[in-house]
């Protein structure tokens, strides 16, 4: 892991929140529920789909919403990337009741949900059935969850990198034993809901990360986390385990943004 303001600080100083496809106001700025059973999934997208696949998503049926809020599921978010030269869908999401597979078993049978899976099926490579899901967690935070957003500057944040195959024991372990300085750097640069997932796609190990900024001024807390003398420290040792995407090795990045494509609350 590099900390999550500098990874992200150079999009957030252009004034584009990362992740976000349209308007960076949020939909979800309010103070975070802690303890929910977070999931994340991934899916290929089919190589001539990903506009289809886009505007599919951009156009949800209020029934599907409905259906999702009656399995108490919330912070649905998609991300779109390119990884590998391959397109994927990968869904961030969190549940709050007390029985997810029968939740889940439930609204899949319901006639409006086969239908919009159907849809989904058709522009993506494999079937629903088959998707990477619930992605392994190796890291999570809650960082600064009992702030109440600034709703003009809270923004959702989705990045992945590479992780170097002979260096997966060394990261686990970093961050199975996060440093307490770390971590109050991300509460205190007012970052909360931090989670590292971990994929292998195509015999390649691969790091997702989704995060949400909820402080009033993202430039002034990138550079207070990066100053953190505790964040270089702790960066010597992640940085030597990660393998960035051309495009962010390209700008001397270690995490590269993902674009966010639809979100329910």
Known sequence: MRAFPVILSAILLLGIPAGHAKSPSPTNSARMVTGVQRHTRIDAIKGDQVEACKKLLDTIPAEVAALHHEAHISNLTRFFKEIGGKPYLI????????????DMARIEAREAMKSWRKSLDEVLSTPQDKAWEDVEEVFYTEGAADEVPTPEKYARIGMVTGLKPEKEAEYRTLHATTW??????????????????????????????????????????????????????????????????????????????????????
């Open 91 to 102: 869904t961030y999401f969190e549940y709050t009741g007390q029985d997810y597979a029968g």
């Open 180 to 265: 307490p300085g770390v971590l109050k750097g991300i509460k205190d640069c007012h970052y909360r809901n931090f989670t590292i997932r971990l994929a292998e796609l195509d015999d390649q190990l691969f790091l997702i990360g989704y995060l949400e900024y909820v402080g009033k001024d993202a430039a002034a807390d990138g550079a207070a986390g990066k100053a953190l003398p505790v964040n270089k420290r702790w960066w010597k040792f992640t940085d030597a385990c990660q393998q960035p995407l051309p495009a962010a090795a390209a700008k001397g990045e270690i995490w590269d943004g993902m674009e966010e494509i639809s979100h329910l609350d």
